[in-house]
């Protein structure tokens, strides 16, 4: 997910006031005193970050895992926790990433005796996000089907289960503030109610996989909704993403990058909410800025995974002919809304396809480029 949609998101209820979930005497600015104090607890309290997410399933029956999107290393990182949360009880991956009206082909893809890849490709291209073609997020079913093979006849297998709504991205982008508005809250509604009759009527538990912004337990989103039933049954993780600041400035993710580096450098998962990473503030941060004047890092996470820095982090791959011509008419008027494609440009859908495909290569490339100069 792009920055600004982000804070679209957020703003949509970052100014609902929410119950405090922290106990510390305020903010805390991002000064010398404070790295020192977050690197010497980091140091002492840091989980190697498959170990920290899975380890939160001990108090939590759900955990919220909010990244933003098309980065490799967040897909990556959530298939290579099918197998640690399966041995530790849990049987369950909820993905927005697919329509909770896939579920039971979903079931049939994981369970099956071999992969069927273009399947998997068409539920993702019958889902709300025309352009959503991208490898790793389908690597995700390849590696629940690839674990499940691997398991006994009588065992119970790893579950995915899609908790998104039958909406589209293009109304999302084109129609008037008050029908946005009643899309996003039918959809956080919806999510909802799937993990609630999925996992909760179930107990059973689950790590949700999704956008960051459904994550902060404010307003109307998806968290704010399971909180006011399940409060002490949840548990949210952000995985490491630029937190935007004043202008250009970047001074909440470089003071969290110093230090993670300070501490050893190494992919970390820790806990935010009763630690001294729970008091900071930025005030130039816009997610400090809306969520109000006394607000801190605890107030929109509790808990965080450090993978690699913002530089080291790359894009995820296009899958190739993605775009059909079923498709490709709402794909093509979605990538030009984005500003993706110049608008005309694509006169049919291997062109677009092909456009879509050189965006994310040259993403690749520049984050090559910046790796390699620093």
């Given at each position: 997910?792009?920055?600004?949609?982000?804070?679209?998101?957020?703003?949509s209820c970052?100014?609902?006031?929410?119950?405090?979930?922290?106990?510390?005497?305020?903010?805390?600015?991002l000064?010398?005193?404070?790295?020192?104090?977050?690197?010497?607890w980091?140091?002492?309290?840091g989980?190697?970050?498959?170990?920290y997410?899975?380890?939160?399933?001990?108090?939590?029956d759900?955990?919220?895992?909010?990244e933003?999107?098309?980065?490799?290393?967040?897909?990556?990182?959530v298939?290579?926790l099918?197998?640690?949360l399966?041995?530790?009880g849990?049987?369950?991956?909820?993905?927005?990433?697919?329509?909770?009206?896939?579920?039971?082909?979903l079931?049939?893809?994981?369970?099956?005796?071999?992969?069927?890849e273009?399947?998997?490709?068409?539920?993702?291209?019958g889902?709300?996000?025309p352009?959503?073609?991208?490898?790793?997020y389908?690597?995700?079913?390849?590696?629940?089907?690839?674990?499940?093979?691997?398991?006994?006849?009588d065992?119970?297998p790893?579950?995915?289960?899609?908790?998104?709504?039958?909406?589209?991205?293009?109304?999302?982008?084109?129609?008037?503030?008050?029908?946005?508005?009643?899309i996003?809250q039918?959809r956080e509604e919806h999510?909802?109610?799937?993990i609630?009759?999925?996992?909760?009527?179930?107990?059973?538990?689950?790590?949700?996989?999704?956008?960051?912004?459904?994550t902060?337990?404010?307003?109307?989103?998806l968290?704010?909704?399971?909180a006011r039933?399940h409060?002490?049954?949840?548990?949210?993780?952000?995985?490491?993403?630029e937190?935007?600041?004043?202008g250009r400035?970047?001074n909440?993710?470089?003071?969290?990058?110093?230090?993670?580096?300070?501490?050893n450098?190494?992919?970390?998962?820790?806990?935010?909410?009763?630690t001294?990473?729970?008091?900071?503030?930025?005030?130039?941060?816009l997610y400090f800025?809306?969520?109000?004047?006394?607000?801190?890092f605890d107030?929109?996470?509790?808990?965080?995974v450090?993978l690699?820095?913002?530089?080291?982090?790359t894009?995820?791959?296009?899958?190739k002919?993605?775009?059909v011509?079923?498709?490709?008419?709402?794909?093509?008027?979605?990538?030009?809304?984005?500003?993706?494609?110049?608008?005309?440009?694509?006169?049919t859908?291997?062109?677009?396809?092909?456009?879509?495909?050189?965006?994310?290569?040259?993403?690749?490339?520049?984050?090559?480029?910046?790796?390699q100069s620093?």
């Open positions: 997910m792009k920055i600004p949609l982000i804070l679209t998101l957020l703003a970052a100014l609902a006031a929410a119950p405090a979930r922290n106990s510390h005497p305020g903010p805390q600015v000064n010398v005193e404070a790295r020192a104090a977050c690197e010497e980091l140091k002492q309290s989980y190697e970050p498959d170990r997410v899975v380890s939160k399933f001990a108090k939590y759900l955990v919220l895992l909010g933003t999107h098309e980065v490799r290393e967040n897909c990556e990182f298939a290579s099918v197998a640690p399966y041995n530790a849990v049987r369950t991956l909820c993905s927005e990433f697919i329509c909770s009206c896939y579920n039971d082909r079931a049939e893809i994981v369970s099956a005796e071999s992969y069927d273009s399947s998997v490709v068409g539920l993702f291209r889902g709300p996000w352009t959503w073609g991208y490898q790793e389908m690597d995700i079913v390849q590696a629940i089907w690839a674990f499940n093979r691997k398991l006994t006849a065992a119970e790893f579950r995915i289960v899609g908790i998104d709504a039958d909406w589209k991205q293009f109304d999302l982008l084109t129609k008037r503030e008050a029908e946005r508005f009643r996003v039918a999510m909802a109610a799937v609630e009759r999925e996992i909760f009527s179930k107990n059973r538990k689950a790590l949700v996989h999704i956008g960051f912004a459904h902060v337990r404010h307003g109307e989103r968290a704010a909704r399971l039933k409060d002490e049954r949840i548990f949210q993780i952000c995985l490491h993403h937190m935007p600041g004043g400035a970047r909440f993710t470089k003071f969290i990058e110093e230090t993670i580096a300070g501490a450098g190494a992919a970390v998962g820790f806990d935010v909410v009763g001294p990473f729970g008091m900071l503030r930025d005030d130039q941060g800025r809306m969520l109000g004047p006394n607000s801190t107030d929109f996470a509790e808990g965080y450090f690699k820095p913002m530089q080291k982090l894009p995820v791959t296009w899958v002919g993605f775009i011509s079923d498709t490709f008419a709402e794909a093509k008027a979605v990538a030009e809304k984005l500003h993706w494609v110049e608008e005309g440009s694509c006169a859908p291997a062109d677009l396809d092909a456009a879509l495909a050189a965006r994310l290569a040259k993403r690749q490339m520049t984050s090559a480029v910046i790796r620093r």
